[in-house]
């Protein structure tokens, strides 16, 4: 069997746990096939053929074919690793070949996007699955196969591995996640660290849009990209719902909702126009597609009713905010530029604040691991002198720091053009410790305090901290 030669290989980037751990399945001895799964646009068809690049292997693609024209493709693609072209008249078939061919020297063989070759109602489905486990019962202890199972249909791919499911224990999971930053900072063409932040709040972590929206001026890139209907991101937010979803309405309506920032359930069921008994249902669907997640205070219980739920995806949310809202204006005329002007860059650094507040608390777990095991954002009622007065109602609290239950550091985070100054000190003294004391938090007798700022810090703090040891501006330039 020939070995599998990528073109492109020295232009894949990163991903360096995920090939080591196909390597190490690779290279042992387990004969269960992977099945790897995870959003589209997170980078699984380039991992997998740099995965198989120099080794013998067959990558069959699926696409949205009739059944009987793309197994004939899957034949001919087989044709010169088997000698001659085989009968594939079905998919068990295909499991069956696939298997024989490796039986005298080990092969790799990956199917991407395995969903799109299984029927569409689920009793079919899952006779067709129950004839696969069949196939793969019988062949597998003779053969040398490797074989990966990919798609981006997260619900069909871990239905494969459901309980009551024919493939149930069959199956070795990798799911592929978006990048975090500093793996995404690979993709943009900017030394700027705070470009760099704004770009990966634009784009997230999926390395397509990264690629699509690293390289030129911010505004350009994005209105060729995203905003222009003719762009290839133009409707993104579409496909990655549709690409899931039979019935997908409602689940905009969500979205959208989310798209300008986390919110309670009753917020979103009331400007979604959602029944409030029906709201969880959506959200429960739309957290197992990864599409959005509950935020709660740190160090409260799970089952706080306290949480809010965020729509995870930055790229998602600059396109539920920004794209969704406009999209049949901009198909009748409205130019991108000025959607830019009048709506996407005065409320840009608005958009930008979440992402650069996960950041900061990334970079605290990362480096305030010994003092501060659980990090998070916290928020509750404001003291109740200020409440019974109506001064202040609620406090909320970017970062806290917890060790043993009890409050080691707390951070604020600025991202705003005008330099931090001395007042963020004050109001942490005077409101934001007292609120968590209130709330029952126990506190250090002198927690470490962390500012960040996108502008920096004026003299007077910089002066403050020059003596204070507990206190540290931090330098994201230096990220």
């Known amino acids: 069997m020939n070995l599998y030669r990528w073109p492109l290989v020295d232009e894949f980037v990163d991903r360096e746990s995920e090939l080591a751990r196909l390597e190490q399945w690779w290279a042992g001895p387990e004969r269960m096939p992977v099945n790897l799964f995870g959003r589209r646009r997170v980078g699984k068809s380039w991992l997998l053929r740099r995965f198989a690049d120099a080794k013998p292997a067959v990558i069959l693609a699926s696409e949205r074919l009739a059944p009987s024209t793309q197994l004939a493709r899957f034949a001919a693609l087989l044709e010169p690793a088997i000698g001659v072209r085989p009968e594939i008249p079905d998919l068990p078939t295909l499991f069956r070949v696939v298997f024989r061919l490796a039986r005298e020297t080990e092969a790799l063989v990956v199917i991407d996007e395995?969903?799109?070759?299984?029927?569409?109602?689920?009793?079919?489905?899952?006779?067709?699955?129950?004839?696969?486990?069949?196939?793969?019962?019988?062949?597998?202890?003779?053969?040398?196969?490797k074989l990966v199972l990919c798609g981006s249909a997260i619900a069909q791919m871990q239905a494969l591995m459901a309980e009551r499911g024919p493939l149930h224990g069959r199956l070795l999971p990798l799911e592929i996640r978006p990048l975090r930053y500093p793996s995404a900072r690979l993709f943009l063409d900017t030394l700027d660290p705070l470009e760099g932040i704004e770009r990966f709040a634009i784009a997230g972590g999926m390395p397509r849009y990264l690629s699509a929206l690293g390289r030129d001026g911010v505004k350009e890139v994005a209105c060729s990209q995203i905003l222009d209907r003719d762009g290839p991101l133009w409707n993104e937010g579409r496909a990655v719902l549709q690409q899931e979803l039979a019935q997908p309405g409602v689940y905009f309506s969500i979205l959208e909702q989310l798209a300008t920032g986390a919110k309670e359930v009753g917020r979103i069921a009331s400007g979604a126009h959602i029944e409030n008994r029906f709201v969880n249902r959506y959200l429960a669907t739309l957290g197992e597609l990864r599409l959005v997640r509950r935020k709660l205070p740190v160090g409260v219980r799970p089952h706080s009713r306290a949480g809010h739920w965020e729509l995870s995806d930055p790229f998602l949310r600059f396109w539920f905010r920004f794209v969704f809202p406009y999209q049949s204006e901009l198909e009748t005329g409205l130019q991108a530029r000025d959607l830019w002007k009048s709506a996407v860059a005065p409320a840009l650094s608005d958009h930008v604040a979440p992402v650069f507040e996960d950041l900061c608390r990334e970079w605290t777990r990362a480096s305030y691991g010994q003092s501060a095991q659980h990090v998070g954002a916290w928020w509750g009622p404001a003291r109740n002198d200020l409440r019974r007065h109506g001064e202040r109602t609620s406090e909320e609290i970017d970062i806290v720091g917890l060790a043993r239950r009890r409050v080691t550091l707390i951070g604020e985070c600025r991202w705003r053009n005008k330099a931090m100054d001395a007042a963020v000190l004050d109001e942490i003294s005077e409101?934001?410790?007292?609120?968590?004391?209130?709330?029952?938090?126990?506190?250090?007798?002198?927690?470490?305090?962390?500012?960040?700022?996108?502008?920096?810090y004026n003299a007077t703090l910089r002066r403050k901290a020059a003596t204070n040891p507990n206190l540290r501006l931090v330098d994201i330039r230096k990220w």
């Open 114 to 145: 395995f969903p799109w070759l299984l029927p569409n109602t689920e009793a079919e489905s899952e006779r067709m699955l129950s004839a696969i486990q069949a196939v793969m019962e019988e062949e597998r202890e003779r053969s040398r196969l």
């Open 431 to 456: 409101y934001k410790l007292p609120a968590l004391r209130q709330a029952g938090h126990q506190l250090a007798s002198d927690p470490h305090i962390l500012l960040f700022s996108k502008a920096g």
